[in-house]
């Protein structure tokens, strides 16, 4: 393998000082143009690359934000970094990705990883299966900027970029009640990640207001996916009290919940349903699917503006911001 150029190869071939080549590589106005032409000619000959890592060492800053999502394939999670990554790259960062595929030790190993690569920050949603928050702690008391967005929890003290779930959860029931629904199924997940149990709070609320009862058989919190939403919405048209509406944790299970009813030869909006996070998908399958769009390219770009915030801040605070957005449920055929 090739050992990579370095300034000290640039100041032998030149036969000038280190210092003078670092200079001039940053454009220093010590050193003569002529001298700074030459050092830039032959780095650009030699395919010299600014090692970034020591120049982070000396600066005490990287220019690199670390997100830590659960998953690349969820197209919200796409939308929020697509708009986050240019925000950020306006102010001349960059943005360096990890997936944790929902596991709490690939997460650890995340945080672990960013640290070690002297990011300036961290940008996280937690995976569905973290309860332990020490390690996200942990990079904050090392005095990281840290920001929690989507999947937020309120036990850690920590700035958060989020849209008010409980009011989805509210909204997508009550629109499926003011449609004439009293029997809504509600397939979702059993993780405690506090999003989906303030969406469940939503969803009780609703139905309370409007004078239902709230039945066990109706509810189903397990897996969140197109096989759990089959399974799901198999169960409860089996069961005595049949729903006549059915809200899926996101827009896969409400897609699975659509191919089972289909199975039975129902077609939404006979029996009505509703997802959530607006997925690409979920207009263009048919029958359309309503869902609730928790606004991703909006906080992909608060995101980057509570960092920029933070980073530029002189003398810390103890003052976390909460930035809260407003869910917006999206109408379409399936209910």
């Given at each position: 393998m090739e050992k990579k150029p370095t300034i000290y190869d640039i100041a032998k071939a030149l036969n000038v000082t280190t210092s003078t080549v670092s200079r001039a590589l940053k454009n220093s106005s010590l050193i003569s143009e002529e001298t700074r032409e030459r050092v830039w000619e032959y780095a650009k000959k030699i395919n010299y690359r600014p090692n970034k890592l020591a120049s982070s060492l000396s600066s005490?800053?990287?220019?690199?934000?670390?997100?830590?999502?659960?998953?690349?394939?969820?197209?919200?999670?796409?939308?929020?970094?697509?708009?986050?990554?240019?925000?950020?790259?306006?102010?001349?960062?960059?943005?360096?990705?990890?997936?944790?595929?929902?596991?709490?030790?690939?997460?650890?190993?995340?945080?672990?990883?960013?640290l070690e690569a002297q990011v300036d920050g961290i940008i996280i949603s937690p995976s569905?299966?973290?309860?332990?928050?020490?390690?996200?702690?942990?990079?904050?008391?090392?005095?990281?900027?840290?920001?929690?967005?989507?999947?937020?929890?309120?036990?850690?003290?920590?700035?958060?970029?989020?849209?008010?779930?409980?009011?989805?959860?509210?909204?997508?029931?009550?629109?499926?009640?003011?449609?004439?629904?009293?029997?809504?199924?509600?397939?979702?997940?059993?993780?405690?990640?506090?999003?989906?149990?303030?969406?469940?709070?939503?969803?009780?609320?609703?139905?309370?207001?409007?004078g239902y009862l709230y039945r066990e058989s109706l509810v189903l919190l397990d897996e969140m996916s197109i096989k759990g939403g089959m399974y799901g919405a198999r169960k409860m048209m089996e069961s005595k009290h049949k729903p006549d509406a059915f809200i899926g944790g996101d827009d896969f299970t409400a897609l699975g919940i659509i191919k089972e009813l289909s199975k039975m030869n129902i077609v939404p909006p006979q029996i009505s349903v509703v997802g959530f996070a607006n997925q690409t998908f979920s207009e263009f399958i048919t029958p359309s699917l309503s869902t609730i769009d928790q606004q991703a390219v909006n906080m992909g770009k608060e995101c980057a503006k509570l960092f920029l915030k933070i980073s530029k801040k002189k003398g810390g605070s103890n003052k976390h911001e909460k930035i809260v957005l407003d869910p917006i449920l999206i109408e379409r055929e399936s209910s």
């Open positions: 005490g800053k990287s220019n690199i934000v670390g997100i830590i999502i659960p998953s690349a394939l969820i197209q919200f999670f796409s939308a929020v970094i697509n708009s986050l990554e240019q925000e950020l790259q306006q102010e001349g960062y960059n943005v360096l990705l990890y997936q944790t595929n929902e596991s709490y030790n690939s997460e650890v190993n995340g945080i672990k990883t960013l569905l299966e973290t309860y332990d928050f020490s390690h996200i702690n942990k990079a904050h008391q090392e005095g990281i900027p840290v920001i929690q967005f989507d999947r937020i929890d309120d036990r850690l003290n920590l700035p958060s970029v989020s849209i008010d779930d409980e009011k989805a959860g509210y909204m997508v029931t009550k629109h499926l009640i003011d449609s004439g629904n009293e029997r809504i199924g509600y397939i979702s997940t059993n993780s405690e990640v506090q999003i989906f149990r303030q969406r469940f709070e939503g969803y009780k609320r609703a139905l309370s207001e409007a």
